[in-house]
């Protein structure tokens, strides 16, 4: 049996106070009442306020603590300067939850900050967690709460809203009742001095009501927890989120109204994306989007056909799909056999399938059909404009009974209005997403494979490359290190390309001279021709400057060049700190192609690693891809695709193809770069030049800063990378040499088989049935996981040169954060060898570092070999009083 979730007091409260209730009209009191009597809440209202007996005839009390009985929620609805006291009187009362509506805290200057951390404190002192302030507040229709002071209510549904903007809720709301949307929970952040999207999204992600997932996002505090939050519900439920402040002015204005950091948009997105979301950008493709949801969509890809009635508004839709990279899909040749065979020869051969304007509903029937058993075809876009022999109806009850059985997502854009009233409310009836005009059809196509692009995103759980010679971390904090005690933020080129060399990228080689005859010596030992550049920690594009001279051949022009850099690097920028001019090799690729890799911090989500073209005009370049570490091929190999740079990047113009496994190495290496060195802030590589050889890394720019050690070496990433520092070996007394490491998706295979070997009886212990195979599902829940959140690890033995797996234990995190559960099973030859005990052993070693206080376990009651084991673990077992087949175990894990 799982506990219940700590958030449950606040979403599916059993008793309500509403302090600072009132029949005053337009009062948030009056209307909180009133939102929460007309819901028909189920559980016990008080109401609260000393200056009323009885508030729309419910008995008022006159303060919290006179409340008869023990609160679940209280809403408050008062004045910001009276809530620090009412919080400590919650707190004396034993109030398990707070709702804060009101504005003026931080939002407002100096003054409202320190009442919102008064408030804070004294939550955080009674152990109560506090929603807002400055929030709508939250509804569960199911329930009957609306403690909102929202005009409209919300319809029982399957949606959950979560917000930062009460204003964004209520427009929602508005919006949903007419269109007959309903919702499971409607969550209001406001400020989120305490509970934030991550706690409220891991409710959502158990919440049997809860089917898909609406976010509006101004800001984020917690980018791991929102990431780890976020990943674990999109793996189950679609999430769709809108984030506002793209743009500089709109950042500052959301920081002035909820507080929340504001990031770089290119940043989010990669998130997004990496999260398995959908991203929208304006309130017309959520409720778009909000249809499709209804409509049971199954994305497949991002080709799209087009079939239409006129020419014109094919050729719309097809621009759209241009400007937004939707591919047209490219019919196979039995496609446009059948299309032959069943439109006239003037239709357009091609896609928009134009199948002019005297086509009635058979020749839809046919067109779409047709389209849909196409092989390279993921999504279809019907239009319909109303001519003269036109049945828009008639064609409408086509698209209607074809989109039943159709396996592919259909859209419809029937342009017009009067003419096509009757065919919209079909397709609405139908729940059939439908357009006035075919450039909103084509972006809800796009979101839809988006879906399906970032699903694909989301189950990439990067292993370590620790089938790679390994970097020289040490090596690499030690030039860190020595920067910094010399007060120094940027690396020279040489330190840069020492980090580089240190995680196996291929360098130009660098040295730097101090004199002119210094630079001859040098430049003779390197080899001509050689490159010279300026070495100063004040300048950062060297070519800006005049700092950099290539393809020089000879001594006597090193000698002249080295003073004719000086001179115009002082004359540029006379201030800078000139250590020296760098030499090296001059790198001739005849076809190279050059690239730039870049690293920054983004002040939400950490490092983000930027790909594209290189060269001296790349900070005008903006065809470029960002992802957030770390990554793996599948990722990077997304990365590079994403650019217009790829394009060059196989056979071009009598180039042969560069080598992309070097050029993907790279950009692997780079990201475990930045996951094991924190003090990292940016990087840049450019150029990074690439050909069918392989590729080097010609400049290098690195900028670093003290950071304080924590208990998660892992802890500037969003994402957790594979933890690669808790693979171990274990001698058996016999002389077996036992491997036990964190899991990685890479072993679904291993997983399966051993399952697939383990008894009937140990099988029943663990999974409760005595399964033949583990659902594909399943492997994929166990095998890719969020190292934050939980952990696996598996014990191997390599047997002949190929790895099996005898034993896995694992634990994952309760969303109260403090607690954990573990599972452990071992293969039946394995058993009373100890291998239980050691796993279990590596398991709660692991947990106790990351700070969790305590482990749990559920066992079944006849397990008693089992019962034994966890007992002399130190665990405390418990009868469950809800089911008598099954023991509770807890170990406390700190002291």
Known sequence: MKDKH??????????????????????????????????????????????????????????????????????????????????????????????????????????GALLERQVVEAAHRHRIRLLGPNCLGIMRPQLGVNATFAHASALKGSIGLISQSGA?????????????????TVVSLGSSSDIDFGEVLEYMISDPRTESIFLYVEGIRDARRFMSALRGAARVKPVLLVKAGRHPGASRAILSHSGAPMGEDAVFDAALRRAGVIRLYNMGQLFAAANALFSHFRPRGNRLAIITNGGGPGVMAADRAADIGIPLAEFAESTVEKLNACLPAGWSHGNPVDILGDAGPERYRAALKAVLEGPNVDGVLVMLTPQAVTDPSGVADVVVELEKTADKPVLVCWMGEELVAEARAKFSAAGIPHFRTPEPAVELFSHISAYYQNQKLLMQTPSSLSHLPPPSIESARLVIEMALSERRKKLNEMESKALLAAFRIPIAQTVVARSAAEA??????????????????????????????????????????????????????????????????????????????????????????????????????????????????????????????????????????VDMNALELVLLRISEMVCELPWITAMEINPLIVDENGVVAVDANISVENVSPTA???????????????????????????????????????????????????????????????????????????????????????????????????YAVNPDGESCEFAVVVADDWQHRGLARKLMGVLIETARSRGIQYMNGVFLANNERMLKFVQKLGFVLSNDPEDSSVKLGILALQD
């Open 168 to 184: 964004l809720c209520a427009a929602i709301l508005d919006w949903a009742k007419p269109n007959n949307v309903g919702f499971s």
């Open 6 to 111: 700590y958030l449950t007091p606040l979403l599916e409260p059993r008793s309500v106070g509403i302090i600072g209730a009132s029949e005053r009209e337009a009062s948030l009191g009056s209307v909180l009442m009133r939102n929460m009597l007309e819901a028909g809440y189920k559980g016990k209202l008080f109401a609260i306020n000393p200056k009323h007996e009885k508030v729309h005839g419910v008995a008022c009390y006159k303060s919290v603590e006179d409340v008869p009985q023990r609160l679940d929620l209280v809403v408050m609805a008062v004045r910001a300067e009276k809530t620090p006291a009412l919080m400590d009187a919650c707190g004396r009362a034993g109030v398990k939850a707070v709702i804060l509506l009101s504005g003026g805290f931080s939002e407002s200057g100096a003054r």
């Open 712 to 810: 998660d070496r892992y802890d500037h990433v969003a994402i957790h990378p594979y933890p690669s520092h808790l693979i171990s070996t274990w001698t058996v007394p016999d002389g077996t040499t036992v491997t036990i490491r964190p899991i990685k998706p890479e072993d679904a295979e291993l997983e399966v088989d051993f399952v697939r070997r383990l008894s009937a009886e140990t099988k029943y212990y663990r999974f409760m049935n005595t399964m033949r195979e583990l659902p594909p599902a399943m492997v994929a829940r166990l095998t890719q996981i969020d190292y934050d959140r939980e952990m696996a690890f598996v014990a191997t033995l390599e047997v002949e040169g190929v790895e099996n797996e005898i034993g896995v234990c694992r």
């Open 520 to 657: 001859m010596v040098l430049s003779a030992e390197i080899g001509l021709p050689v490159v010279m550049k300026i070495d100063s920690p004040n300048i950062v594009h060297k070519s800006e400057v005049g700092g950099v001279r290539l393809n020089i051949r000879s001594l006597a022009a090193v000698r002249s060049t080295y003073q004719e850099i000086l001179d115009e690097v002082k004359r540029v920028q006379p201030e800078a700190v000139i250590n020296g001019i760098a030499i090296e090799p001059m790198i001739q690729k005849r076809n190279g192609r050059e690239l730039v890799v870049s690293v920054r911090r983004d002040p939400v989500f950490g490092p983000a690693i930027t790909f594209g073209e290189g060269g001296n005009l790349v900070e005008e370049n903006r065809d470029v891809a960002v992802a957030l570490p770390p990554l793996n091929s599948f990722l990077v190999k997304d990365m590079i695709r994403s650019t217009r740079i790829s394009t060059r990047l196989g056979e071009f113009r009598n180039m042969p193809a």
